[in-house]
């Protein structure tokens, strides 16, 4: 039987108030409130009663997803936090937190600026249009989530006052935006986590594009990680019926609706709520997808990706997308080289039935697409990995392999260098004129310096 749960966040205002916050060792508690004063810190009963062993810390998966690690922030940042918070000036905290967040490269892969469609000649706030068939909506309402990933990409979200947040209402109406674009055919709900709201406002979304002129949407996605920290959201939450209802009513209308959930561990698979959750969702016919990010001290382990995947086909859900850890937050402590995300990659899905090869990776979420690392080959005498975008922001440039110089320590594509004695990859020139006639770089006249910028700002 299941028994309700009633959600408790806890944060850095209350952290000491965490029941199990007396097994962290003075140090670790130390580390953990500094870096929480630069990355977010959220976490709730779900992930401490249920997720995290409190006799594996601190090396247990969940509790590195969860709370900051020393090793989160650079040496030398967390030393200057350190020191400004033993100091205990607001004035100073708030200048340190400021610098270092902004040294952390907060919006990567062109994010903040480059990815926004236009309407009429204004920007859309809180869209993201990269690809030609998926549309990225964050709706205001969104913007935070069950408890806060230490990995988070989006960590930047979290931290801004409302009017900087990247995000949409109602009435900024990106639905004119869809309605101009045809050849949309998914939408995908992001965040934070859209299943932060409840049932009336995540119907204001849904439900309009249940009508006659968004025929051309085909496939509602809602990206989400409560089925991790709090499947209770699925099942006992006041409105988590109607939910299910909603669901069942967008599938009925003609459309696919599918849940994008994301999964660190196989731990996030063994509770009694989370299957039941999961059940439930199925029951509507909705889809569930899978996908993470790889990162190191968290799942790093063939095995854990092998069981991960197993389990999620036995409950019916669908691996879909191993990402690389991107280069944003705390990327030091989960950087893994390129070629060991590979290996890891290949290691576990070698072990699984056809089933679950449907999860694709190791994919790194860069500037010109999702660039899939496909294999190392030796050719003409030279190593190199083979590459190829699985989607891009030109559609020619996908499912076309190309070659880049073997390097055991690369961790993204910025650091890979054209192999085979081409100076650059085939779609640079093509990259370097979209974001130019965008108008969205750094101004500087200089193309050559524009060019070198570009890359480090934004691969
Ligand atoms: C991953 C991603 C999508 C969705 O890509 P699919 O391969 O269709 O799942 C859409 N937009 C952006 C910006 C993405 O990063
Ligand atoms: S669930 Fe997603 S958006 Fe939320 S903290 Fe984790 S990675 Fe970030």
């Known amino acids: 039987m299941i028994t309700p749960k009633k959600l408790k966040i806890y944060s850095l205002s209350n952290i000491d108030s965490i029941p199990q916050i007396k097994i962290l060792n003075k140090d670790e508690l130390f580390a953990l409130k500094v870096i929480s004063r630069v990355l977010p810190f959220r976490t709730n009963n779900y992930v401490l009663e249920e997720l995290v062993n409190w006799d594996n810390i601190p090396d247990d998966p969940i509790y590195i997803l969860n709370f900051m690690q ?26 340190t937190v400021n610098r270092i967040r902004n040294e952390l490269n907060p919006n990567p892969a062109g994010q903040s600026k480059l990815n926004i ?14 690809y030609r068939e998926t549309v990225l909506v964050f709706p205001s309402s969104g913007q935070t989530c069950h408890a806060y990933c230490t990995f988070c990409f989006r960590w930047s979200q979290f931290v801004k006052s409302d009017e900087t947040k990247f995000s949409t209402c109602i009435k900024n109406d990106f639905f004119s935006y869809l ?14 986590d859209p299943m932060i709201m409840g049932v009336k406002n995540l119907k204001k979304y849904l439900l309009p594009l ?5 025929s051309h949407i085909q496939s509602i996605r809602i990206g989400t990680k409560s089925l991790s920290y709090w499947p209770y959201r699925f099942v006992t939450d006041s409105d988590a019926d109607e939910i299910l209802s909603l669901f069942k009513q967008v599938k009925s209308s003609g459309k696919n609706i599918s849940i994008m959930a994301n999964f660190s561990h196989y731990v996030e698979l063994t509770t009694e709520i989370v299957k039941e959750a999961i059940s439930r969702i199925l029951s509507t016919g909705t889809q569930i997808r899978t ?26 859900c669908i691996p879909y997308y191993m990402f690389v850890e991107r280069n944003t937050g705390s990327k030091n402590y989960f950087e893994i080289p390129l070629i060991q995300a590979y290996n890891t990659y290949r290691n ?38 083979q590459l190829m975008l699985i989607q891009g922001r030109n559609p020619e440039w996908c499912f076309k392999p190309f070659f880049a110089k073997y390097d055991p320590t690369a961790t993204w594509l910025n650091e890979l260098k054209p192999a085979l004695g081409e100076k650059k990859f085939f779609y640079q020139d093509e990259l370097d004129k ?25 691969n």
């Open 70 to 95: 020393k090793g989160m922030l650079k040496n030398h940042h967390f030393e200057q936090m350190a020191n400004a918070v033993i100091k205990n000036d607001d004035k100073d905290i708030e200048n």
């Open 117 to 130: 469609p236009t309407l009429n000649n204004e920007p859309v706030p809180g869209l993201q249009h990269k």
């Open 179 to 192: 309605l101009e674009h045809k050849e949309v055919t998914d939408v995908l709900f992001t965040g934070g």
């Open 291 to 316: 996908q993470s990010p790889l990162l190191k001290n968290i799942n790093d382990k063939p095995i854990i990706w092998e069981k991960m995947w197993k389990e999620q086909v036995e409950l019916g």
């Open 348 to 385: 576990a899905i070698i072990k699984t039935s056809g089933l679950s090869r449907t999860a694709r990776g190791p994919v790194m979420s860069s500037l010109p697409g999702k660039v899939l690392i496909n294999g190392i080959m030796e050719i003409r005498g030279e190593k190199v990995f």
């Open 434 to 458: 979209m974001i130019y006639d965008s108008g969205n770089y750094e101004m500087t006249n200089n193309k050559r310096l524009f060019n070198s910028q570009l890359r480090f700002n934004y």
């Open 210 to 214: 249940l009508a006659p002129e968004y």
